[in-house]
């Protein structure tokens, strides 16, 4: 049953065939092609949100954001032949006081396998549960496909919104007449010896619901854009919110992000440390970067929070 939920490029390659094979109906692909497309589009947005500085020139910022985005965890080592790398990990046991896992396989798709353990490695988390993004972002991309499924289906209601009954031997005559209209042909033919009196026509009296739809996939969309820490207008008539409103939406949105920055930025400070590097991360949003560096200034020195002028700069610390 979960199957239908999940694809990757080899599985919609077979869809695609067999649909051109008339294996399978053009609903299937359109529901499978509707939830990749959303998948997709939220995947291009998470794994963008943040900007790698000072990587050496053999890691790849891309290819982090990938696996974190996937697998939820990557780890940053040194290699004796190809200097340092960051690829995909799998941890196990012995466990620390902590419950961290002490021991790294790590593994690439081109058959490259090292062994490190923590005090030789860093291992790069999504964020403190350590949790691929891909898990929330493929339950939002299910529900928009849904909807945007349902609007489909919705919108062809309201050009053909009825049900004929007629004999079995007539079926493929009214079945071509339906995809002359589902076509837009201004004319429908038909041949003198289709009979007409031998089916009945039962109106299903669609009501028209795209624009409640829409108004439910937007609010999806918002959603998810605040889970991956992207500024949206999380009300369609947010000029009419209150300020305390607003800005509880705004939190939520930074929050979102510092729940990801800070897991990167725990990171980096491990990977320097242990490596003698400088490596940092932070968001691509230069405003929303300032916020976290003022926070954190405001974490070291309290007495700095009553600096009105600090906090007109960035415009998101209002009291």
Known sequence: ?????????????????????????????????????????????????????????????????????????????????????????????????????????????????????????????????????????????????????TIDINMLAQKTPVTIICPE?????????????????????GTSELNLDNYKVLDTKAPYVVDKLTLYKHDLWNEVMTFLGVNNANQDKKERLVESEVGANDEQIEQARFNMLDARKQACEKINKMFDLNIDVKFRNDDVQKAYEINKIYDMFPDLVDNSDIKDEVGVLDE
Not at 21 to 31: C, E, H, M, Q
Not at 55 to 80: C, H, Q, S
Not at 169 to 189: D, G, M, T
Request: aromatic content about 16%; charged content about 25%; overall charge positive.
């Open 169 to 189: 031997n007539e079926r493929l005559a009214f079945k071509n007449i339906y995809k002359q209209v589902s076509e837009n042909k201004p004319v429908i033919w």
């Open 1 to 149: 049953m979960m199957d239908k939920y999940v694809f990757n490029e080899e599985k919609l390659g077979d869809i695609y065939k067999k649909t051109l094979k008339g294996k399978l109906d053009t609903t299937d692909f359109l529901n499978a092609y509707t939830q990749v497309d959303y998948l997709y589009r939220l995947k291009e947005y998470a794994i963008n949100c943040f900007e790698w500085v000072n990587l050496p020139d053999t890691v790849d910022a891309r290819f982090i954001e990938n696996e974190l985005f996937d697998k939820g965890r990557i780890n940053f080592f040194k290699d004796k032949n190809l200097g340092f790398l960051c690829l995909p990990v799998n941890e196990s046991g012995p466990i620390n006081i902590y419950n961290e896992p002490t021991k790294k396989y790590i593994y690439a798709s081109d058959g490259f396998r090292r062994n490190r353990n923590i005090t030789n490695s860093v291992t790069i988390y999504n964020n403190f549960l350590r949790t691929p993004t891909f898990t929330t972002v493929n339950l939002y991309a299910i529900r928009l496909a849904e909807v945007q499924r």
